[in-house]
């Protein structure tokens, strides 16, 4: 079945780095655009980056730029959420969610993860 | 950036109730709007992409409507199975922000 599946979430100290992965299974993972997003502790959804088919485009949150990069290897229905700097207002449960295909950006988020939580503490 | 507003937050219904709840873009976002319901432990879920097209799977009872800057989700006979939080989110424009969030829960 259609299947997103988070990992690398933990604890971390400010400042430090985490890279979160996603493994996608029951679709042809390199038609679609795949994004991340967040949501702190008793909070609403936060939006944070997207990452184009085929890996040439990519966007973000103005919170995170700068600090965290999306990437993707199709060849291993992987997409990356690479964190640095991290803060703690950067606590959240992390899902990596599908986007529409190729170029279609409009399209709503139809399959999520379950989420991996990253707690930034010292 | 584009800021989502929702209405109202939050809604207390019963069951067998007509919900609506209402979205707002802080600048056109022609029919890029979508709608999700989450319940407490749980990824969201999508209801409804393009303001009112109807997700797969998606009880009928749910619809959407707007263009421009406002929208509605409308659950048009409350199930108790339905009583979650409900989030809009623009797909217009990059940053692709969500709004704050509509907490149904039981009057």
């Known amino acids: 079945q259609v299947q997103l599946v988070e990992s690398g979430g933990g604890v971390v100290q400010p400042g430090r780095s985490l890279r979160l992965s996603c493994t996608a299974s029951?679709?042809?993972?390199?038609?679609?655009?795949m994004h991340w997003v967040r949501q702190a502790p008793g909070q609403g959804l936060e939006w944070v980056a997207v990452?184009?088919?085929?890996?040439?485009?990519?966007y973000y949150a103005d919170s995170v730029k700068g600090r965290f990069t999306i990437s993707r290897d199709n060849s291993k229905n992987t997409v990356y959420l690479q964190m640095n700097s991290l803060r703690a207002e950067d606590t959240a449960v992390y899902y990596c969610?599908?986007?529409?295909?190729?170029?279609?950006?409009?399209?709503?988020?139809?399959?999520w993860g379950q989420g991996t939580t990253v707690t930034v503490s010292s | 950036d584009i800021q989502m507003t929702q209405s109202p937050s939050p809604l207390s219904a019963s069951v067998g109730d007509r919900v609506t709840i209402t979205c707002r873009a802080s600048?056109?976002?022609?029919?890029?709007l979508n709608w999700y319901q989450q319940k407490p432990g749980e990824a969201p879920k999508v209801l409804i992409s393009?303001?009112?097209s109807l997700e797969s799977g998606v009880p009928s009872r749910f619809s959407g409507s707007g263009s421009g800057t406002d929208f509605t989700l409308t659950i048009s006979s409350l199930q108790p199975e339905d009583f979650a939080t409900y989030y809009c989110?623009?797909?217009?424009?990059?940053?692709?922000?969500f709004g704050p969030g509509t907490k149904v829960d039981i009057k």
């Open positions: 969610a599908r986007g529409g295909e190729y170029s279609n950006y409009y399209s709503g988020m139809d399959v």
């Open positions: 029951g679709f042809t993972f390199s038609r679609n655009l």
């Open positions: 990452i184009s088919y085929d890996g040439s485009n990519k």
């Open positions: 600048q056109t976002i022609s029919r890029y």
């Open positions: 393009a303001a009112s």
């Open positions: 989110q623009q797909s217009h424009r990059t940053p692709f922000t």
